[in-house]
């Protein structure tokens, strides 16, 4: 479950000097953490501080698996430790977010499966030790998935949208999904409704922010 390694996905790391920052964006360092990571189509990365030490880890994921990489400063070794949140079939992984979904102190994943037209909470044991359970919400499938607590209830929205023309249309619409009952983690518990009423377009993936300066989230397409 634990295992070290000596490298994998890219990792860019961003450093200028204040001199030249207003002619040039900076320089980048690429630094390898897996030179051998075990899915062959990465398609969704993320990132956040999953075992709570207070420094950024980095997670990928594809085919059937999601895995997380310890950020290794805190021990002051440079290998970054490989962590399998989760394996099984290969649904296609695919669009995440990171976000504590139940509230309890501990980063959840919430991400779509491709091939299953699904999208899935996977859950943090804590600090990220151990196996994560995986929980399906419904459909239909994602593969832009972001999270923000849009009407200030101190509860995360899930923001999704399958942008593929080719996936049935179903990339014309963007759904948010609301938490109304008590358990993130069961399907009922979730309202979904369409963002949009009209149609915005086919375009790949969207994002989000606060165009207007308005203190409200928007939703960016084409
Ligand atoms: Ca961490
Ligand atoms: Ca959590
Ligand atoms: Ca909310
Ligand atoms: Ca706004």
Not at 116 to 138: C, D, R
Not at 195 to 209: C, K, L, Q, S, Y
Request: negative net charge; aromatic residues 10%.
């Amino acid at each position: 479950m634990k295992q070290l390694k000596q490298l994998i996905t890219t990792i860019i790391l961003f450093g200028f000097t204040l001199s030249t920052a207003a002619q040039n964006p900076g320089t980048f360092k690429r630094l390898i953490i897996d030179d051998d990571p075990p899915i062959s189509r990465i398609w969704a990365k993320g990132k956040g501080d999953f075992n709570g030490n207070g420094f950024t880890d980095f997670m990928i994921a594809g085919e059937g698996s999601v895995i997380w990489y310890e950020n290794p400063a805190q021990s002051g070794r440079t290998e970054w430790i490989r962590h399998i949140a989760y394996s099984g079939p290969n649904i296609g992984f695919e669009g995440c977010a990171v976000g504590d979904i139940n509230n309890n102190g501990h980063l959840d994943i919430v991400i779509g499966g491709y091939h299953t037209s699904m999208v899935y909470i996977l859950e943090n044991p804590g600090y990220g030790a151990g196996p994560w359970k995986i929980h399906p919400i419904g459909g239909p499938k994602t593969d832009a998935t972001y999270l923000y607590d849009l009407d200030g209830d101190g509860k995360l929205e899930i923001i999704t949208r399958a942008s593929e023309l080719w996936s049935g249309g179903v990339g014309r619409d963007i759904q948010i999904w609301k938490l109304t009952g008590k358990d993130p983690f069961n399907a009922t518990s979730w309202n979904r409704v369409r963002a949009n009423r009209r149609d915005v377009g086919t375009g790949e993936h969207f994002n989000i922010g606060d165009v207007n300066s308005n203190g409200k989230m928007d939703i960016i397409n084409v």
